[in-house]
Every structure is written in C-alpha cells, then in structure tokens.
C-alpha cells in the first residue's frame, strides 16, 4: 500500500501562486510516475499534470500549460505542483495520484493510489 498526503491549498487571489506537495510513504515505487488531478464542484475530475518515475518527462493539461510545473523529489518522496497566474476556474480540490501507468495516462481509474486532496480557491 501507498498513502498519499496533499497540503499547500488555500484561498489566493487572482494572479497568485500556490505551491501543492503531496507526501508518499509505504511502500513507494519510485518508478510509478506521479499525477495531480482535479474536480471542481459539479464536473468530472480532471488531469491536470505528470511526471515520470525520474521526472525527466512532464505532460500538461492545456488549460495549465506555461502557468503550472510538475516536480519530484524522490530522496523526499514528495511530488509538488507550482502553480502561478491563478484563474477563478483553477478553483477546485487537486488530487496527486500514482500507479504503474505513464505519466501522460488521463484516466482516473488508471491509478491505483490517491490522496485525500487539497482544497484551492481562487478569488476573481
């Protein structure tokens, strides 16, 4: 088993940046690739980025791309999320996930293992 902790949400205006961690411990595999989805309030969850086992290769939504970065820290098993020029639609409670699929995978049934995730509000 893998348990995935999220923290960093929280409320930031328009324009802001927050900066998402999520802790693994158990039994980690850090050759699982690392996820961060999202689902706001009334809509599906929703890939957000990914990241390879080595964090060479990252894959983006469009709706993020050159306003967030995936990063990983295996020696800390820690995965982060940097997100910059936050929007009032970024609003929603974010996810990391992990499982033995490539880190481009969209699908939520594709991971074996979730976080409880972290609520970020974005104020317009």
């Known amino acids: 088993q893998v348990q995935l902790v999220e923290s960093g949400g929280g409320l930031v205006q328009a324009g802001g940046s927050l900066r998402l961690s999520c802790a693994a411990s158990?039994?980690?595999?850090?050759?699982?690739?690392m996820v961060w989805f999202r689902q706001a309030p009334g809509k599906e969850r929703e890939f957000v980025a990914g990241i390879s086992w080595g964090g060479a290769n990252k894959h983006y939504d469009d709706s993020v791309k050159g306003r967030f970065t995936i990063s990983r820290d295996n020696a800390k098993n820690t995965t982060y999320l940097q997100m910059n020029s936050l929007k009032a639609e970024d609003t929603a409670i974010y996810y990391c996930?992990?499982?033995?699929?490539?880190?481009?995978?969209?699908?939520?049934?594709?991971?074996?293992?979730w976080g409880q995730g972290t609520q970020v509000t974005v104020s317009s």
């Open positions: 158990g039994r980690i595999v850090s050759y699982y690739a």
């Open positions: 996930a992990t499982g033995l699929t490539s880190w481009t995978n969209r699908r939520p049934n594709a991971y074996d293992y």
